[in-house]
T-cell receptor, first 116, second 114 residues
């Protein structure tokens, strides 16, 4: 079965330290990969995406993600965490070759907590 | 530019009651979606629409109906609410060109069914 996994329910990081939120996927073909962030009582906001090309993509708020085809991963990273980065982060995969929106798969989410 | 808006923000229903959630977008997007978010389960697609007058089932469509009579609006209906439909509901929209377009989400509707 095709799936997206975010293996950590919660990630705790001290402010100023680098952070990584992990995402791995199991799909056939070459998927499109997305990261979204959700702040409390808000809808999801798009952060960044990988479609093709450079494996390192940069997005909003200083976040970046690295696509690793051999490890089927798309980890979200930031060199220096801010307290304001504390939120719920979702990885999503859109399966190639489908125009149907039903082929979007979201991970279960990782709660990022940045301590001052 | 309001983006994606949802009405209402909160609602409490009794089992068996019906209600309609309204989603509106002002970005001229073709695609619109309804998701439900439950703890530890991420987002699950209920129904979606690829254009005015069209709808299709997603991953968890049972107990819900939808309509897209106008391009900017996407309605989600619960005909006979059940406690299992207690959830946070999100509407989203996206451009139609290509599967690589990100989605824009509304602020959500928190629904409790007693």
């Amino acid at each position: 079965a095709q799936s997206v996994a975010q293996p950590e329910d919660q990630v705790n990081v001290a402010e100023g330290n680098p952070l990584t939120v992990k995402c791995t996927y199991s799909v056939s073909g070459n998927p499109y990969l997305f990261w979204y962030v959700q702040y409390p009582n808000r809808g999801l906001q798009f952060l960044l995406k990988y479609i093709t090309g450079d494996n390192l993509v940069k997005g909003s708020y200083g976040f970046e993600a690295e696509f690793n085809k051999s490890q089927t991963s798309f980890h979200l990273k930031k060199p220096s965490a801010l307290v304001s980065d504390s939120a719920l982060y979702f990885c999503a995969v859109r399966l190639p070759g489908y125009s149907s929106a039903s082929k979007i798969i979201f991970g279960s989410g990782t709660r990022l907590s940045i301590r001052p | 530019n309001a983006g994606v808006t949802q009405t209402p923000k909160f609602r409490v229903l009794k089992t068996g009651q019906s209600m309609t959630l309204l989603c509106a977008q002002d970005m001229n997007h073709e695609y619109m979606y309804w998701y439900r978010q439950d703890p530890g389960m991420g987002l699950r697609l209920i129904h979606y629409s690829v254009g005015e007058g069209t709808t299709a089932k997603g991953e968890v469509p049972d107990g819900y109906n939808v309509s897209r009579l106008k391009k900017q609006n996407f309605l989600l209906g619960l005909e006979s609410a059940a406690p299992s439909q207690t959830s946070v509901y999100f509407c989203a929209s996206s451009y139609s060109q290509g599967d690589y377009n990100e989605q824009f989400f509304g602020p959500g509707t928190r629904l409790t069914v007693l």
